[in-house]
């Protein structure tokens, strides 16, 4: 069946760090894991014959670039992270004008200087075309042992001109700060997509709960991969638990009501049938979404669990793609016969 896809990264070179470089690994207090390769590498800058075809074996009709982590939130100056998301987001547009029927963009942001970032998210999408954005996790800010989260008020301009364009933003997460990883001390296998990146993503999302920023802004839209980080799975213990927390909670609703209206939740990199109907059961099928999470996993081995996965059909076109469609208001005309 024809799928729709958008957590499969690209990278735009011109200094803009990315989890294949083994150093990210080792700043993060960990060493080089088994899928940094010259392949991935390979795979992340193809934005042309090799990705199609992966694509095309897969039934992927179409998917959305979006700019591999930590990518521009991992750049600590301002003004040079300023200059290089422009960059990155003028290459995932080159790549959408030469194959405007199989690739669309996701908006890399310069959350450094959040002025910066609502220009940049304008020129993306009122001029690029891009239908959502992509913050690779929390963004540094003059050095690497200082991270921003999102639900600081210093973003609520930002947060107010999302909603105000109607652009849902994917939030992937990333590694944690250096100085706070002293749980993985001498288990550097835990970091990245085995572990760390859940924590992360589950965290930075709770946050944006429980700060009360979807009682400011009700209409805004965020997905997370990977199913949920575990979220559908553990809301109603962390409901439960943060109902006794009184003040310290400035959400004016159950945290449930912000994940089952303010969230969506992909099934990249998490190919496991028992979890998918799990979140289904949490969340409805509405609110779930195909993606595959390449390169870092195979398009292939995504496609082929999602095809034959014991769902019914409905359930399998909503998730596969008319979801996405409704959610990036995506033309009619897709694909390669298109």
């Not at 896809?5 to 690209?10: P, Y």
């Not at 294949?20 to 899928?35: I, K, R």
């Not at 999102?150 to 107010?160: N, S």
Request: proline share 7%.
């Amino acid at each position: 069946m024809g799928k729709i896809a958008f957590e499969e990264a690209f990278s735009a070179g011109e200094g803009i760090p990315d989890y294949v470089n083994p150093e990210n690994f080792l700043d993060a207090g960990s060493t080089e894991p088994d899928y940094v390769s010259p392949d991935i590498s390979q795979r992340l800058a193809d934005l042309g014959a090799g990705r199609l075809a992966e694509m095309d074996a897969a039934g992927i009709d179409y998917l959305l670039l979006s700019l591999t982590a930590p990518g521009i939130q991992a750049i600590t100056d301002p003004k040079r992270a300023v200059t290089l998301a422009r960059l990155a987001n003028d290459k995932a547009c080159a790549a959408v004008a030469a194959h405007p029927t199989r690739f669309g963009g996701m908006a890399a942001l310069p959350m450094q200087d959040p002025a910066a970032a609502v220009t940049e998210l304008e020129r993306c999408v009122n001029e690029l075309g891009f239908p959502a954005v992509m913050l690779n996790g929390f963004t540094n800010i003059g050095d690497v042992e200082t991270g921003w989260y999102y639900d600081h008020e210093r973003y609520l301009p930002f947060w107010k001109r999302v909603e105000e364009l109607g652009v849902p933003v994917y939030i992937h997460p990333r590694d944690p700060l250096p100085g706070a990883s002293a749980a993985y001390e001498e288990h550097p296998e835990l970091f990245g997509a085995v572990w760390t990146f859940t924590v992360e993503g589950a965290t930075h999302a709770l946050r944006l709960m429980t700060s009360g920023l979807f009682d400011k802004f009700p209409k805004l839209t965020i997905i997370l991969g990977h199913l949920g980080e575990t979220l559908p799975a553990n809301m109603w213990r962390i409901e439960h638990r943060a109902a006794k927390m009184g003040k310290l909670v400035k959400a004016q609703k159950p945290l449930r009501h912000y994940l089952q209206n303010n969230f969506y939740v992909t099934t990249s990199g998490n190919f496991h049938t028992p979890t998918l109907n799990a979140t289904m059961d949490e969340l409805g099928s509405d609110r779930v979404l195909f993606s595959a999470d390449y390169p870092y996993e195979s398009m292939r081995e995504a496609a082929d669990w999602f095809d034959n996965a014991a769902i019914n059909e409905n359930d399998r076109a909503k998730i596969g793609y008319l979801n996405a469609r409704r959610l990036f208001n995506l033309p009619e005309k897709i694909g390669k016969q298109a």
